[in-house]
């Protein structure tokens, strides 16, 4: 599968960004998505992941209340709603594909087979 992130920008502290995931192929609904992002200078690190079926949600405990992760397999894409964004979010956001089989939830980068491109979000103060 094939992963196209996009959504990102520039956006001021307590606005909103939506950023879209489109998988291409037949197969997207195998696939459990998880959404991770890097800031300059750190890791990788866990934002957020659905389950194939879109019936489980796991997300990083300081995000959960502001990110909302949701997906239409009959649209082949996965949202990341972000709400009350505040400067230390500003990363570059990848989403990415854990096979169905595979365990979920799982936080780790590793686990996930294919990846997007990434897509830059920008918070200013």
């Known amino acids: 599968v094939q992963l196209q992130a996009s959504g990102g920008g520039l956006v001021q502290a307590g606005g909103s960004l939506r950023l879209s995931c489109v998988a291409s192929?037949?197969?997207?609904?195998?696939?459990?998505i998880g959404w991770f992002r890097q800031a300059p200078g750190k890791e990788r690190e866990f934002v957020t992941a659905i389950a194939w079926s879109g019936g489980s949600t796991d997300y990083a405990g300081s995000l959960k209340g502001r990110f909302t992760i949701a997906r239409d397999n009959a649209k082949n894409t996965v949202w990341l709603q972000m709400n009350s964004l505040k400067p230390e979010d500003t990363a570059v956001y990848y989403c990415?594909?854990?096979?169905?089989?595979?365990?979920?939830?799982?936080?780790?980068?590793?686990?996930?087979?294919?990846w997007g491109q990434g897509t830059l979000v920008t918070v200013s103060s």
């Open positions: 192929g037949r197969t997207f609904s195998s696939y459990n």
């Open positions: 990415a594909a854990n096979p169905r089989g595979g365990i979920f939830p799982t936080r780790t980068p590793a686990t996930y087979a294919f």
